[in-house]
């Protein structure tokens, strides 16, 4: 403290902790805090004041910036400190190196957890919403820099974003149907209002890859440049959106997300069902077969169906015998032997 002269701040806190409020927790939650209080593994969180900007960063660039649901909880706590943070004006998200900006879930981690313990994606999901929700009502513009491909939710976060600029190398891609999954965490939701119904259908149904000329026509993105001038571009964004009145900005932002506020009721249901349908067939199978670089034989399992049994539940039959010899139950009808004892099966 200045001798003789007391800082707005400082009376401010003189004022919170004579009524016994702690003056530090209001300001670690309500005022921002340097990045450096931050012990983040999977994301780079990066302030620069002078230009009013925050960054967020997935950093996994190895798994081409997919996130794990660890990766969620620290994305989320730096989107809570720019909502809160009076010297951030713009927020930008990229992703690490130059070869994707983000590629939605880990896959490999989605195969582990999943489908022993699907109830586990409804947890993982909180995470997951809270993220598109605070990127939506931050309350600032966010720009997405993307740096590369853009797969399954990653172009969720990209369709939550206020600005997007794009590299001329940038691919996007929703591939849920050809991995035993819905791309309903926000693609379903708000592409039929960026990029049009038909449009909307063709990349979540067909599933082709546009590049990023296509999705500038389309609507997708909003700037399209060489990879050398994306820092350039961003910035020139940042700063017009800086020129601008911040309150203003937050209500033009906030009328914006009508129509997507209202798609967005859908969130819920998507949770809920894909919380039942990750220990199923499908997405076992569409899972295991993208981290073994191995097609899926869609045919074949369209076949089971068509012979009487099922694909999605129960490839091998419902889970109705029970050996006589040990007591297991709820054996696959097309097990000869038990699982447990190795005993013949009836029936």
Request: glycine fraction near 8%; aromatic fraction near 12%.
């Amino acid at each position: 403290m200045t001798e003789g002269k007391e800082t707005a701040e400082e009376k401010f806190r003189a004022k919170l902790e004579k009524y016994g409020y702690d003056w530090e927790r209001h300001r670690r939650h309500f005022r921002g805090r340097p990045v450096e209080e931050f012990d983040f593994r999977e994301i780079i969180y990066q302030k620069d004041y002078d230009k009013w900007v925050a960054t967020i960063t997935f950093n996994r660039p190895k798994r081409y910036n997919a996130y794990t649901g660890t990766e969620l909880v620290e994305i989320c706590e730096a989107l809570h400190d720019s909502l809160v943070d009076d010297g951030v004006a713009v927020l930008v998200i990229t992703g690490a190196g130059d070869r994707a900006f983000c590629t939605g879930g880990d896959a490999a981690t989605y195969s582990v957890i999943y489908p022993e313990r699907p109830h586990e994606f409804y947890h993982w999901w909180e995470y997951y919403e809270r993220m598109l929700y605070l990127i939506r009502t931050l309350g600032k513009p966010v720009i997405a820099r993307i740096n590369g491909v853009v797969a399954g939710g990653g172009n969720e976060i990209n369709l939550a974003c206020d600005i997007s600029i794009a590299a001329e190398h940038a691919r996007f891609v929703q591939p849920g149907t050809r991995v035993g999954s819905v791309s309903a965490g926000g693609a379903s939701q708000w592409l039929p209002l960026v990029i049009g119904d038909k449009r909307t259908r063709w990349m979540l149904m067909i599933g082709d890859e546009i590049d990023a000329r296509t999705a500038l026509d389309w609507g997708l993105v909003n700037v399209v440049v060489p990879y050398d001038q994306l820092d350039e571009a961003v910035d020139s964004a940042r700063q017009k959106l800086v020129e601008k009145f911040p309150d203003c900005l937050r209500y033009t932002k906030v009328q914006c997300n009508f129509w997507g506020d209202l798609a967005w009721t859908t969130m819920q249901h998507a949770r809920d069902w894909l919380s039942v349908h990750y220990a199923t067939g499908e997405p076992i199978e569409g899972f295991d077969a993208f981290l073994e670089k191995r097609k899926v034989d869609f045919t074949g399992i369209r076949e089971m169906s068509r012979r009487g049994s099922s694909h999605s539940l129960y490839p091998y039959g419902a889970p109705l015998k029970t050996c006589l010899q040990c007591g297991a139950k709820y054996l696959p009808q097309a097990f000869e032997f038990c699982g447990k004892c190795g005993a013949k099966l009836e029936g």
